[in-house]
């Protein structure tokens, strides 16, 4: 994927020793350093630095039709195809310590590229932005700004939705939610529950990611969702979203309507077979996974899926989501800024909606085109049910909360140690809340 010039272990916090003096606002650097092909006859080519499948994601199709449309750009795509997002950051920091060239960097959320801009790895896009007249919040539902500043456009917009079994569904009698609260979705995971010959279909999956450990504020809260408040300075935990989140993960436990955290984390399950092999009814996810439902060259749709909105932790609340996504970015040591920039505005746009397998953050794209080429682009099209989908999808509102701190994996290591202890060893959850609250406080006093 990356041809690394030195063998080395690079974590982020040393990469700053790499990445100093690159000139965050460099703008027309690119331009002046690596040159851009006008008055030649030879196209410049740009790297894209991904982590995605090329063919099976469709990124041939993307890149032939820009491509096309821009003949004086070539697109390189640099991948080691596995959909693992967790290497390719390693093979990302490996690259830039190497010396690498590199053009476009994508990053899978806002902490990972957050991380990278404060050591002055990517190249702001403000001065493009203007100079094409562009709001960015009038363009795009995700944000990509960290302290006011455009770090990259955002490709798709993963939005919060439940993904349900419909025959599951009718075979316990029950309607499909088109508003409703946590309460009632644990009643449903209840009630979706099912032994024969000794072996359950579990309602709910829970995965072992920390964020399902604070579920109802990682996917609905917009203020103060991470785990410290928004202005960075306070531990985040002792608040009613974080006490509502731990009192459904023991009420799935205690009731045995969601699959034992103890096998999940034992097993090293996932959810995605616990799903499709139909060892769990419903997933409280991401519209990343709609295209799935429709069955893979690996997993075939063998159950038509239908979805619901999030849960709600009240009643009266509004139903809304928590929006994140991919982000396309500008490597600050580029040669190529203009080039590359091309592309991630054309991909951000039109390019995603041809591509075909994801909701895109763009809000000028016209949704239900886009479902129904997410639809027709899966194996089993019949399989996903178009109607519920533009339900959820028109009816939720998207929230994008603030960026979290560049430590904020650290935060998450704290959290998680006591939501184990919770869910392992029978910590009671204000003990759990106060360890967790203390610890990480203590972090953030330590980073000011």
Known sequence: MFKAKRKLFIIVPLLSMLVSGCGADNTDEGAAAGGNGKGTNEAVTIKLSSWYAKKMDNWDVVIAEFEKQHPDIKVEFASAEDNNSNEYYKKLDLAVAGGDDLDILMFSNMTFLSQRAELGMIQPLDDYLAKDGINYTDEYTSDARIGGKAYGLPGKSSQGLVILNENHLKEAGLTLPKDWTYDEYMKYAKALTKTVDGKTRYGTYFH?????????????????????????????????????????????????????????????????????????????????????????????????????????????????????????????????????????????????????????????????????????????????????????????????????????????????????????????????????????????????
């Open 208 to 448: 072992s990611w920390i964020q399902y450990g604070y579920l109802v504020q990682n996917f609905n809260q917009a203020v103060n969702a991470n785990l410290t408040t928004d202005d960075g300075k306070t531990a985040n935990i002792d608040n009613p979203y974080m006490r509502k989140s731990f009192e459904l993960r023991l009420q799935g436990e205690s009731e045995g309507s969601a699959t034992p955290y103890a096998e999940v984390v034992s097993q090293k399950l996932n959810y995605r077979p616990q799903y499709f092999n139909q060892d769990t009814s419903m997933l409280i996810t991401g519209s990343f996974l709609v295209p799935e439902t429709g069955g893979t060259d690996t997993i075939p749709a063998t159950f038509r899926t239908v979805f619901a909105p999030v849960p709600k932790m009240n009643a009266g609340d509004p139903i809304s989501a928590n929006v994140s996504g991919d982000v396309l970015s500008i490597y600050s040591k580029s040669k190529h800024k203009d080039e590359a920039y091309t592309f991630i505005r054309w991909f951000s746009t039109e390019g995603i909606v041809l591509q075909g397998k994801n909701i895109p953050s763009w809000k000028k794209a016209d949704l239900n085109d886009v479902v129904d080429r997410i639809i027709a682009g899966s194996k089993n099209p019949d399989m996903i049910d178009k109607e519920s989908l533009l339900y959820v999808l028109e009816n939720t509102k998207s929230t994008t909360t603030a960026t979290a701190v560049s430590y904020h994996a650290e935060l998450e290591k704290v959290l998680l140690e006591e939501f184990d202890k919770m869910m392992l060893s029978g910590q009671d959850i204000d003990t759990t809340i106060n360890n967790a609250q203390t610890k990480i406080q203590k972090i953030i006093d330590s980073k000011s």
